[in-house]
């Protein structure tokens, strides 16, 4: 059964800082996600990641993918206000299906 | 991409009553799931709406409560039964691409139950 483990949960930062949310997961998968969601709303689709070392960049967010460690990061660069959000990665299980991270809760304070 | 219009937006219902949330896709699509985002939590996947066939529901899911209907391939609703305030949550239907394409959420429904 495939796991999909976030860390930290919970994030407070400054703007202006770097930082990295980690996600791992216990079963080899073919799709990586990455999701934002702000309060109240669906999910945000940031970033999909299908192979070993494969990096995407989108203004501050880089997401990295090493399927070997099973491994995927989401590196924040110079954080600004409105990255405030919780940011989930997920996995494709089976026939297409989505096994979600715990979510990360993002705050970045000024 | 695949554009999903997901309704109602939001709901305030009575325990004992159901509600019919409706998701409907631009384009044809063989898989929608639903899902559930209780508050705070993440999202977990209710069920898989095949079209022609019964919905494969997951573990700890059943159709009793949450009856799916899959008429077509651009169509689906997801029914909340005999509802309690533990039904409160957030419920999502998705649907995927093709292969190494994104995974694409409707809007989602709040759904308060008092």
């Known amino acids: 059964e495939l796991k999909v483990e976030q860390n930290p949960l919970f994030l407070s930062m400054q703007e202006g800082k770097n930082y990295t949310i980690y996600c791992n997961y216990s079963t080899t998968s073919d799709r990586l996600y990455w999701y934002r969601q702000d309060p109240g709303k669906s999910l945000e689709s940031l970033f999909v990641?299908?192979?070993?070392?494969a990096v995407k960049q989108e203004g501050r967010l880089m997401a990295s993918l090493d399927t070997k460690a099973r491994l995927s990061t989401l590196h924040i660069t110079a954080a600004v206000h409105d990255l405030s959000a919780t940011y989930f990665c997920a996995l494709i299980q089976g026939a297409q299906k989505l096994v979600f991270g715990q979510g990360t809760r993002l705050t970045i304070n000024p | 991409s695949a554009v999903i219009s997901q309704k109602p937006s939001r709901d305030i219902c009575q325990r004992g009553t159901s509600l019919t949330i409706q998701c409907q896709v631009d384009s044809q699509v063989t898989m929608m799931f639903w899902y559930r985002q209780q508050p705070g939590q993440s999202l977990t996947l209710i069920a898989t709406a095949n079209q022609g066939s019964e919905a494969t529901y997951e573990s700890g899911f059943v159709i009793d409560k949450f009856p799916i209907s899959r008429p077509n391939l651009t169509f689906s609703t997801l029914t909340v039964s005999n509802m309690s305030p533990e039904d409160s949550s957030i419920y999502l239907c998705?649907?995927?691409?093709?292969?190494?394409?994104?995974?694409?959420f409707g809007q989602g429904t709040r759904l308060t139950v008092v």
């Open positions: 998705s649907v995927s691409g093709t292969v190494n394409t994104e995974a694409f």
């Open positions: 990641l299908l192979s070993n070392g």
